[in-house]
């Protein structure tokens, strides 16, 4: 990776702001309608494509700004763009509790 300034930085985390997995196990078949965020993947997914080589294109440099900064503790980077999407994103649907009291 190499120096950005300020506000080019600005600009990335907006773009990873506005980015979603559009294939794979975080894609949207498996997280409709848009696919997960690329902020919120987990670490060990992106580990995963920084051995066996990003995808060509922005998507790729994208993913790899992010791996890039999860792996260097700089997570909490991206706090602001999880509050602004109402907070972090659910890789497992929220179950909702039934019960049944009739028997």
């Keep these: 990776m190499n ?10 985390l907006n773009e990873i ?3 979603r997995m559009p294939f794979g196990k975080y894609g949207p078949k498996e997280h409709p309608p848009r696919g997960y965020p ?12 920084k051995e066996r080589g ?8 994208l993913l790899e700004w992010v791996w890039e900064m999860k792996a260097n503790g700089m997570d ?8 602004a999407a109402g ?4 890789f497992k649907p ?4 039934e019960w049944d009291f009739e028997e």
């Design 54 to 61: 990003f995808p060509k294109g922005r998507l790729g440099e």
């Design 17 to 19: 702001g506005r980015t």
């Design 76 to 83: 909490p980077i991206f706090h602001p763009l999880r509050q």
């Design 38 to 49: 690329i902020y919120d993947l987990p670490v060990e997914y992106l580990t995963y494509f």
């Design 87 to 90: 907070g972090r994103t659910r």
């Design 94 to 97: 929220k179950r909702t509790k």
């Design 3 to 12: 120096e950005i300034d300020r506000e080019d930085f600005r600009n990335l």
